[in-house]
T-cell receptor, first 116, second 115 residues
Framework: EPEVTQTPSHQVTQMGQEVILRCVPI?????FYWYRQILGQKVEFLVS????????KSEIFDDQFSVERPDGSNFTLKIRSTKLEDSAMYFC??????????????FGPGTRLTVL | AQTVTQSQPEMSVQEAETVTLSCTYD???????LFWYKQPPSRQMILVIR??????QNATENRFSVNFQKAAKSFSLKISDSQLGDTAMYFC????????????FGKGTHLIIQP
């Protein structure tokens, strides 16, 4: 059964460094999302992406964040200059249909980002 | 903005028992969807069940069913004949219809099924 995959599973970085989190959505899916979960807190929406552009972003998704679908299979989240408070689990999700029908989102296993 | 509240951080039941997980939400939207997602230990989050708000009939999926009370903004999940494999974090989530702003999650309930 197809799955969303994410790499790396754990990333440790120094404050101020750039990180790129990678996701491979399910191949025929068209809608993509990033969420994050700070330890002990709720899973929070960051951004949705469709047709090679951002559809919606939360207030968390400031200028330090960017997303890209560079090659038709990967979907990346870049954090330009990491802060301590960016430490969290980051989840990628994809869906075949989109938000009009609230199509099922398939989640990846997450990348744990630790900023030191 | 909408909020989702799960008031039970952890629950523990014996195998084969029935368990109900609570979820309440707050929204001014009239068209929306509600979901229960399950995250087993060290595994991906997977969809358990979903409910369209405009449907009065409660959704069911095998041993999983919901009690959707729209006026009370309540959306509980009932698991019948619980199995060891049901041990997981369960997240209640909300999504407005036509909104691209993703799912709004509750904090989760850690369900432990004891043998």
């Amino acid at each position: 059964e197809p799955e969303v995959t994410q790499t790396p599973s754990h990333q440790v970085t120094q404050m101020g460094q750039e990180v790129i989190l990678r996701c491979v959505p399910i191949s025929n899916h068209l809608y993509f999302y990033w969420y994050r979960q700070i330890l002990g807190q709720k899973v929070e929406f960051l951004v949705s992406f469709y047709n090679n552009e951002i559809s919606e972003k939360s207030e968390i998704f400031d200028d330090q964040f960017s997303v890209e679908r560079p090659d038709g299979s990967n979907f990346t989240l870049k954090i330009r200059s990491t802060k301590l408070e960016d430490s969290a689990m980051y989840f990628c999700a994809s869906s075949l249909g989109g938000w009009r029908g609230a199509d099922e989102q398939f989640f990846g296993p997450g990348t744990r980002l630790t900023v030191l | 903005a909408q909020t989702v509240t799960q008031s039970q951080p952890e629950m523990s039941v014996q195998e084969a028992e029935t368990v109900t997980l609570s979820c309440t939400y707050d929204t001014s939207e009239s068209n929306y969807y509600l979901f229960w997602y399950k995250q087993p230990p060290s595994r991906q989050m997977i969809l358990v069940i979903r409910q369209e708000a405009y449907k009065q009939q409660n959704a069911t999926e095998n041993r999983f069913s919901v009690n959707f009370q729209k006026a009370a903004k309540s959306f509980s999940l009932k698991i019948s004949d619980s199995q060891l494999g049901d041990t997981a974090m369960y997240f209640c989530a909300f999504m407005k219809r036509g909104g691209a702003d993703g799912l709004t999650f509750g904090k989760g309930t850690h369900l432990i099924i004891q043998p």
